[in-house]
């Protein structure tokens, strides 16, 4: 059962930690893997999955409020969304694999969302980004304990 909790907890921190909300799942990956009380592939997919679901949010965010932008309560700037959608703009669903950085990934997923980015291929490069950022984590952290 602890296992559970502890797999679920770290689901909902990459989940939350992809949306635009603050936390950080690098720090509960890295937590779990000292632990060593699960399998660092199986960590890995659950932070993965997790974190991509928490940037389809944001895609869904995206394509459905992006006529609120303006408004008070939109949770991402226009300053950020607009440097975001610049780059999506600019680079186009390769800028997607960028999905993982702290500063501006989530806005890029937002920006996918806005410009219609197709949800097989967003799912694809944000998965790639995510998953890799994740297993870079995991061989550090393996390697140095």
């Known amino acids: ?6 797999l679920g907890g770290l689901f909902a921190v990459a ?7 603050p936390a950080q799942s690098e720090a509960a990956l890295v937590g779990l893997l000292i632990l ?12 993965t999955v997790g974190n991509v679901l928490g940037s389809v949010s944001n895609w869904l965010l995206g394509r459905w409020i992006e006529r609120y932008r303006h408004r008070r309560w939109f949770p991402v700037s226009n300053q950020a969304l607009d440097r975001a959608t610049g780059w999506y703009r600019r ?5 997607l694999l960028f999905s993982w950085a ?27 980004a995510k998953a ?7 061989f550090v952290t393996t390697s140095v304990v």
């Open 15 to 21: 989940f939350v930690a992809a949306t635009i909300l």
């Open 36 to 47: 060593g009380k699960q399998a660092p592939a199986l960590l890995v997919i659950v932070a």
């Open 102 to 128: 702290p500063l501006g990934g989530d806005a890029l997923t937002v920006a996918a969302g806005i410009l219609r980015e197709p949800l097989w291929s967003f799912l694809f490069l944000v998965t790639a």
């Open 1 to 6: 059962m602890e296992d559970l909790i502890l």
């Open 91 to 95: 680079w186009g669903r390769w800028s």
């Open 132 to 138: 890799a950022r994740y297993v870079a984590i995991a």
